[in-house]
């Protein structure tokens, strides 16, 4: 099928140069397509139109990755990483407005976006595209034996989704930071990877949690709440491809379906889908966070 290209528009009027980092759903979305797509092919040929969005010198950069078979491509965080067989890796964070667009080889002459600035050209005839309207995102080539090493000075928490993250590891990581506000600890990367400012407030909705609470004051059964609601709300995200609030688009071009479902994100102003009462936003460092006064406590 023709995959659709679109120009960045935004949903929400009232997300007007307001934009939101993709977060776990949106990138394990693309990393699951691109891992898909990719793996087994071979890079013909890079073109870059923006140097400063690769953190390498581009003719360093291109003699690495040519005739480089894509091992696999996986996720930690909000990095996706493309393992390459010649022993490197590629790592591209998409920051705000990043998009990787893949385009199939049998359709001919598909434009390039308004803000491609990297094109990923394999042996087949297909691409790859990566886009960044505010140009905040980026792509590293790090040799695969220091891949680990890299990751662990990034200091990511664990991922909420992984079997091995747990009701008793979360209770754990709470009890470090007991005067943090809630919604601030559920997004900082260093406590849970991967959560950010739209996936924080729908779980807190639902686990009927105000957003300002301090991580000491949480009952057993509200921190329950949190974490059980945590891994139902993403997986449910990653199946609905992840949220097209402002600029995000799949691996194909496409908007992920999870807009519909959200409670309170982008409702300020609305009614609670709970209560019927009206839907607030407040800042807590920085951020919004969107609640329910009545169903929040």
Known sequence: GVYPVKETKFLFSGFRMTFFMPELPEVETISRQLNGFLAGKKIKSVEIF???IIKAPPAEFKKAVLDAQVKKVWRRAKI???????????LIHLKLTGQLIFQKPEIKNQRLWKYTHLIFNFQDGS???????????????????????????????PEPLEKNFTL???????????????????????????????????????AGV???RRVETLKGKETEKI????????????????TSADTYFDARGQEGKFLKE???????GEKCVKCRGEITRIKIGGRSAHFCPRCQK
Do not use: C, T, W
């Open 210 to 212: 105000h957003p300002s």
């Open 262 to 268: 959200l409670k309170v994100y982008g409702k300020k």
């Open 50 to 52: 923006l140097p400063k």
């Open 227 to 242: 974490f059980e609601n945590s891994k139902k709300i993403l997986q449910k995200a990653i199946k609905l491809r992840g």
């Open 168 to 206: 008793k590891v979360f209770e754990k990581i709470l009890r470090q930071r007991p005067r943090a506000k809630i919604k601030q600890f559920l997004m900082d990367p260093k406590n849970l990877a991967g959560i950010g400012n739209i996936y924080s407030d729908e779980i807190l909705f639902v």
């Open 127 to 157: 691409r790859l595209l990566f886009n960044d309207l505010r140009q905040f995102g980026y792509v590293k080539l790090v040799k695969i034996e220091k891949l680990a090493e890299l990751l662990a000075k990034e200091n990511f928490g």
């Open 80 to 90: 996706l990483i493309f393992e390459l067989l010649n022993g490197y890796s590629i």
